[in-house]
């Protein structure tokens, strides 16, 4: 066979295996592409969905909260004017006295219709004058009597509820003597009525205070009502009756109605908390039936929910109900109440289904596009194979090949080509110069990571048991290394019962800072045991760490040593260590004189001494990182504050201490970046 034939018969094997196994990849490719672009999708219309809810949720909350509270100032304001009209305190015009009975014979004009009530006739109303129903045992004349006075305040009622007019359905006041007041007036009371044995006359007078009572038939309309109402004492604290406010039903069903998408197979309700850590139902909107306590498929969840609606937090918590994956959206009402929604998740799911089975068609019809395409360009495979030379094919061949060993992870291959001026010359030189500086660059991020490696493998795996003291360091470095150290000094390494602890700071932070740390911490193991004192081990440590430094590179280092019932420290250029006193709530701070490490080999370091922390006292080791922390105007931290968040948090464990230090930075710092390595010890006398 000639050769030509030959190399085409190469081309074309080469050519139309990668199209092949591309054809395939992109099979897979946007297979994998539609099952994340459907996740995707799931998960945004999820998120979507949980802040809508939570939005709607919050928005019945307050629309809710909002009623409760006029409903409730109404009832105040209505026992104010009804106790002052009584008591002689108020002086009001007495009005027309209108019975039930005027109402249900026609005899009371004007008159106006009412909205119909479910269930229900329309009832004819008057929003000009009460209705006045003596109860069995009591004559009209002794009803008008105690009436005439209350029914005169019918303008005041009407302008306190003219806006209100779709929840509130009704005004009322029952005295003790047994008369009954309500506006607007209206018929339909039964024969029997006595406001005195309703529910809420019962509930009020035994609470002593506001209470809310329902749900119920309002007995006149039969409209399902719930009634807030309050008791009203004279000046001796004599019983003068009940009034109150009845307000619809509807309104809260209205209100906690949800989305049409959302609303199949979705619970509504009110809950209030009680004092034994659960909760009980107030009002309930569902298709289904109104369970006797509400429970959640897991305990924790519903616990953690009920702990959020008694701090006055809202959310969404994914949780099961009665079987059923569900998310809760809650939001609270009042101290103890709160409103909340709970919906299948398979509700979310029938709006992604939709979307789901459009990105499917699309993925099928890019199939189909992609495989006309793969048999196009197969059919040019073949045209082009033909006319090209094996000068053309060999060069390609060779680039595949490398660019193959490269992504089987061999960074040492080069492409050998003989050299050329055209494209396939320039992309053979250009891949060559590539492949070294990939090299470089993977070599570079392995050291990094082995240097962070084992940077954080030479810092305290944990905090140290030494009787007497809880000690407790922390180090956060603004890079992926950094040249804060901390460490604890044990009985075992010092010798005796002595401990101490070591903060230390190398100028500059990264790789370079990172090993300069290294090397001090080394110095430091190896000599602590045998030097007498911290200043002694400073002096001992500089001779080595100056002869080793680099230029311009110092470290600073404080160290502190507990021996019994005194204490000796020791700094080399180090910002002091701060002592609170917790028996006078002052600051004390561990001064230190001498020159940071590796700035003379013959500095020589004085130790100072002074009595240990008292049982309380908290000591503090730290680097500028903290009090040098900017926020994003560039304003420092400072030492002051740092001293109020020890000052505020001393009663506290030391790693307790060390939370709220770095929460109140991150408060502080907010959105500005982490310019420094933020390292500290705390130690507190527990003994």
């Known amino acids: 066979m000639r050769?030509?034939?030959?190399?085409?018969?190469?081309?074309?094997?080469?050519?139309?295996?990668?199209?092949?196994?591309?054809?395939?990849?992109?099979?897979?490719?946007?297979?994998?592409?539609?099952?994340?672009?459907?996740?995707?999708?799931?998960?945004?219309?999820?998120?979507?969905?949980?802040?809508?809810?939570?939005?709607?949720?919050?928005?019945?909350?307050?629309?809710?909260e909002s009623l409760r509270r006029q409903t409730i100032a109404i009832v105040r304001t209505q026992e104010m004017l009804f106790t002052g009209v009584l008591d002689g305190?108020?002086?009001?015009?007495?009005?027309?006295?209108?019975?039930?009975?005027?109402f249900d014979e026609g005899a009371v004009t004007p008159l106006r219709e009412q909205t119909r009530f479910p269930g229900e006739q329309n009832h004819r109303v008057s929003y000009d004058s009460p209705v006045v129903v003596p109860s069995p045992g009591v004559d009209r004349a002794t009803a008008e009597r105690l009436a005439a006075p209350i029914t005169g305040l019918?303008?005041?009622?009407?302008?306190m509820t003219r806006d209100l007019r779709e929840s509130i359905r009704g005004q009322f006041v029952c005295l003790e003597s047994g008369v009954h007041i309500a506006y607007p007036g209206k018929g339909g009371y039964p024969q029997d009525f006595d406001g005195r044995k309703r529910p809420w006359y019962a509930a009020a007078v035994e609470a002593g205070d506001t209470v809310w009572i329902g749900r119920y038939r309002d007995a006149p309309t039969g409209e399902t009502v719930v009634t807030c109402a309050r008791p009203m004492h004279g000046p001796g604290g004599e019983l003068l009756g009940v009034t109150g406010v009845d307000l619809s039903i509807a309104i809260p069903t209205t209100v906690l109605e949800l989305p049409p998408e959302l609303a199949l197979g979705s619970s509504s309700c009110i809950v209030m908390l009680d004092d034994e850590g659960g909760w009980s139902l107030q009002f309930w909107?569902?298709?289904?039936?109104?369970?006797?306590?509400?429970?959640?498929?897991?305990?924790?969840?519903?616990?953690?929910?009920?702990?959020?609606?008694?701090?006055?937090?809202?959310?969404?918590?994914?949780?099961?109900?009665r079987g059923e994956?569900?998310?809760?959206?809650?939001?609270?009402?009042?101290?103890?109440?709160?409103?909340?929604?709970?919906?299948?998740?398979?509700?979310?799911e029938s709006l992604v289904e939709g979307a789901r089975q459009e990105l499917r068609a699309l993925a099928h019809e890019s199939a189909r596009s992609t495989a006309a395409a793969t048999l196009i360009v197969a059919?040019?495979?073949?045209?082009?194979?033909?006319?090209?030379?094996?000068?053309?094919?060999?060069?390609?061949?060779?680039?595949?090949?490398?660019?193959?060993?490269?992504?089987?992870?061999?960074?040492e291959t080069v492409v050998k080509v003989r050299p050329r001026s055209d494209e396939i010359g320039k992309l053979a030189r250009a891949f060559n110069a590539m492949v070294p500086a990939l090299a470089d660059r993977m070599r570079l991020r392995e050291s990094i990571a082995l240097a962070e490696e084992i940077q954080r493998g030479l810092l305290p795996k944990g905090d140290p048991d030494i009787?007497?003291?809880?000690?407790?360091?922390?180090?956060?470095?603004?890079?992926?290394?950094?040249?804060?150290?901390?460490d604890y000094l044990t009985p075992d390494l010092l010798g005796g019962e002595r401990c101490g602890v070591i903060v230390g700071d190398v100028t500059g932070h990264g790789v370079a800072a990172a090993l300069g740390m290294t090397a001090v911490r080394s110095l430091i193991i190896s000599h602590a045991g045998r030097a007498g004192s911290p200043g002694e081990l400073l002096t001992i440590v500089n001779k080595t760490a100056s002869r080793d430094a680099d230029r311009g590179r110092f470290v600073t280092l404080s160290i502190v040593v507990f021996d019994g019932d005194s204490m000796q420290w020791a700094s080399a250029g180090h910002d002091p260590a701060l002592l609170f006193r917790s028996t006078t709530g002052v600051f004390e701070q561990l001064e230190g004189s001498g020159l940071p490490l590796g700035v003379s080999d013959s500095e020589r370091y004085e130790t100072a001494s002074g009595p240990a922390p008292l049982p309380g006292d908290v000591l503090i080791l730290g680097t500028d990182g903290i009090w040098e922390t900017r926020d994003s105007?560039?304003?420092?931290?400072?030492?002051?504050?740092?001293?109020?968040?020890?000052?505020?948090?001393?009663?506290?464990?030391?790693?307790?201490?060390?939370?709220?230090?770095?929460?109140?930075?991150?408060?502080?710092?907010?959105?500005?970046?982490?310019?420094?390595?933020?390292?500290?010890?705390?130690?507190?006398?527990?003994?």
């Not at 298709?287 to 953690?304: I, K, R």
């Not at 959206?329 to 909340?340: D, E, F, K, P």
């Not at 082009?384 to 094996?390: D, E, G, I, P």
């Not at 001293?643 to 109140?664: K, S, T």
Request: aromatic fraction near 6%; charge should be positive; include cysteine.
């Open 633 to 687: 105007a560039g304003a420092f931290y400072g030492k002051a504050r740092l001293r109020e968040v020890i000052r505020n948090h001393a009663d506290r464990p030391p790693r307790e201490i060390g939370d709220a230090l770095l929460e109140d930075l991150a408060s502080f710092r907010k959105d500005a970046p982490i310019l420094d390595d933020v390292t500290f010890v705390i130690v507190k006398a527990s003994r």
């Open 285 to 321: 909107r569902s298709d289904e039936p109104m369970p006797e306590t509400l429970v959640a498929d897991d305990p924790a969840v519903q616990a953690a929910i009920i702990a959020d609606i008694r701090n006055g937090r809202g959310g969404v918590a994914d949780v099961g109900f």
């Open 325 to 348: 994956p569900s998310l809760w959206a809650y939001s609270i009402m009042s101290r103890n109440r709160a409103v909340l929604m709970i919906v299948p998740k398979h509700r979310i």
């Open 89 to 102: 305190t108020l002086q009001a015009a007495p009005g027309p006295v209108r019975t039930n009975r005027d």
């Open 467 to 486: 009787p007497g003291y809880e000690i407790h360091g922390r180090s956060i470095y603004c890079d992926e290394t950094g040249g804060d150290y901390f």
């Open 3 to 64: 050769i030509r034939w030959k190399l085409t018969l190469l081309l074309l094997v080469v050519s139309l295996t990668p199209l092949i196994a591309l054809k395939i990849a992109d099979a897979r490719a946007i297979g994998r592409f539609t099952g994340r672009a459907v996740r995707q999708m799931s998960s945004a219309i999820t998120r979507r969905v949980e802040h809508e809810l939570l939005l709607h949720v919050r928005s019945a909350s307050d629309r809710l």
């Open 379 to 411: 059919v040019l495979v073949v045209f082009v194979a033909y006319l090209v030379s094996k000068t053309f094919s060999r060069p390609i061949r060779r680039l595949a090949d490398a660019a193959e060993a490269i992504g089987h992870g061999d960074l």
């Open 154 to 159: 019918a303008g005041i009622l009407d302008a």
